[in-house]
């Protein structure tokens, strides 16, 4: 039998929400084969479980439903592509609850990133004890380090189990600067002033100040993480720790004073050049034409050539301060650094562009502009 349609899923929507979300699978398939659709899946049927429990009144298909869920930008960071994991080796305790007891286990890093760790328990009493007291995968979970000294909260993500050994990933709750548990060697910060230009009148409300503020922390981050993949593929064992947000202000323009380091700011710079180009791109696809469709056509056309022509002299701008900074990157290294620049910098410059903002302007605070 062929599959479902997306009209058959919602039609079965329909008498499983009408039923007051009561209705067995059975019950709706025979109903649907009898108005002309085709059976849903044991699939469907718990999609719509998933959607009564969320509080859904209309019908919303899987993907869209679990891109929703998704959709929430400080979850979920350790999958990111973003951040290398390195080898490490220190010594930690994890702790977390199973039932009314406290579980603490003694074990030592394998990886560590700035958005987790992996830890590896290889002591037989301790390997037994956390195979009897399996953590829940979600399950909170404080992490403490041995030297130094450092307590950080998460969850766990990942718990492995074989006869010799546990492995354990667990996920920060925010972001860490780990340079002393990768052997590296934290540079010094500067304060970094970033004022945003609006296109046409300025907009006050939560949806695109909110937008205008996250991108922006996007491109401030995705700046970091390059510059310490860039270390990581070169022979520098400099380390830019966590972007901090000292400042911000909005009146006439929004102002962010971060606080970050020199190398940041010199990848930062040269990508908000893009901004520009970018928001003239998306302006001319965007607005109505009363000329005829060959010459609106040849306007986006022209558009798009300027944006891309732009977009490959920022990546080589970018690229070569990389270059200038840290020495010993092999070709490959410098193109594999081109594409998560495209992937991750530019396109928080392109995402920051659709808001409305069409340039910025980028100083240290002692300067006038950012004061």
Same mark, same amino acid.
């Given at each position: 039998m062929p599959n479902a349609t997306t009209s058959d899923a919602r039609a079965g929507w329909e008498m499983f929400r009408t039923s007051g979300f009561t209705a067995e699978l059975e019950h709706i398939n025979r109903n649907l084969v009898s108005a002309g659709h085709r059976a849903v899946s044991q699939r469907t049927y718990s999609h719509y479980r998933n959607l009564a429990t969320a509080g859904y009144t209309r019908y919303v298909s899987i993907n869209r439903f679990d891109v929703a869920r998704a959709a929430r930008p400080y979850e979920g960071v350790g999958a990111s592509s973003r951040y290398s994991f390195l080898a490490a080796s220190a010594g930690v305790q994890i702790t977390f609850p199973r039932g009314r007891k406290l579980i603490e286990a003694v074990g030592k890093l394998t990886d560590v990133g700035d958005t987790g760790v992996v830890v590896r328990f290889d002591a037989p009493e301790t390997v037994a004890a956390l195979t009897r007291n399996r953590?829940?995968?979600?399950?909170?979970?404080?992490?403490?380090?041995?030297?130094?000294?450092?307590?950080?909260?998460g969850r766990i993500i990942d718990f492995e189990t074989s006869e010799l050994a546990v492995r354990v990933e667990i996920e920060f709750g925010r972001l860490q600067s780990v340079s002393e548990y990768v052997g590296a060697k934290e540079l010094p910060t500067i304060e970094l002033g970033i004022q945003l230009s609006e296109s046409g009148s300025m907009s006050d409300s939560v949806d695109v100040v909110g937008r205008q503020l996250y991108y922006v922390f996007e491109l401030m981050?995705?700046?970091?993480?390059?510059?310490?993949?860039?270390?990581?593929?070169?022979?520098?064992? *400099?380390?830019?720790?966590? @972007?901090?947000?000292?400042?911000?202000?909005?009146?006439?323009?929004?102002? +962010? $004073?971060? =606080?970050?380091?020199?190398?940041?700011?010199?990848?930062?710079?040269?990508?908000?050049?893009?901004?520009?180009?970018?928001?003239?791109?998306?302006?001319?696809?965007?607005?109505?034409?009363?000329?005829?469709?060959?010459?609106?056509?040849?306007?986006?056309?022209?558009?798009?050539?300027?944006?891309?022509?732009?977009?490959?002299?920022?990546?080589?701008?970018?690229?070569?301060?990389?270059?200038?900074?840290?020495?010993?990157?092999?070709?490959?290294?410098?193109?594999?650094?081109?594409?998560?620049?495209?992937? *991750?910098?530019?396109?928080? @410059?392109?995402?920051?562009?659709?808001?409305?903002?069409?340039?910025?302007? +980028? $100083?240290? =605070?002692?300067?006038?502009?950012?004061?």
């Open positions: 953590p829940r995968i979600g399950e909170d979970a404080g992490l403490d380090f041995f030297e130094p000294r450092h307590h950080v909260n981050e995705s700046a970091r993480a390059f510059s310490n993949e860039a270390r990581r593929l070169g022979s520098s064992v *400099d380390y830019s720790p966590v @972007v901090k947000v000292a400042r911000i202000r909005r009146d006439s323009r929004l102002m +962010i $004073a971060f =606080v970050t380091t020199v190398i940041v700011a010199a990848i930062t710079k040269p990508a908000t050049m893009l901004l520009g180009v970018a928001h003239k791109y998306h302006m001319v696809r965007e607005q109505k034409y009363s000329a005829n469709e060959q010459s609106a056509n040849a306007d986006i056309a022209r558009a798009k050539a300027n944006y891309e022509q732009k977009k490959s002299e920022v990546l080589i701008e970018i690229l070569q301060e990389v270059r200038d900074r840290i020495s010993g990157i092999s070709e490959a290294g410098l193109l594999k650094l081109e594409r998560i620049a495209e992937r *991750d910098i530019l396109n928080s @410059v392109d995402s920051l562009s659709v808001q409305a903002v069409d340039g910025a302007t +980028i $100083a240290e =605070v002692d300067d006038d502009v950012a004061q």
